[in-house]
């Protein structure tokens, strides 16, 4: 499954999902999201939206 990030300078990004870290990594700007898509390290600060849920 791929996501959109959705830091203003990276709203095209797709952020992949890190299995060795077990976590999800925007290219875009290195940001790190956990497997709910709460933000671990910036320089996001919001959460990925959750769908389905």
């Given amino acids: 499954m791929n996501l959109?990030?959705?830091l203003?300078?990276?709203k095209r990004s797709?952020?992949?999902?890190?299995?060795a870290?077990?976590?999800w990594d925007c290219p875009c700007h290195v940001g790190?999201?956990?497997?709910?898509?709460k933000v671990l390290?910036?320089?996001p600060v919001k959460?990925?939206?959750s769908y389905g849920k």
């Fill in 47 to 49: 959460d990925l939206e």
């Fill in 41 to 43: 390290h910036g320089p």
């Fill in 14 to 19: 797709i952020v992949n999902w890190n299995s």
């Fill in 21 to 23: 870290e077990k976590s």
């Fill in 8 to 10: 203003d300078s990276c």
């Fill in 32 to 37: 790190r999201f956990d497997c709910d898509g």
């Fill in 4 to 6: 959109p990030c959705f």
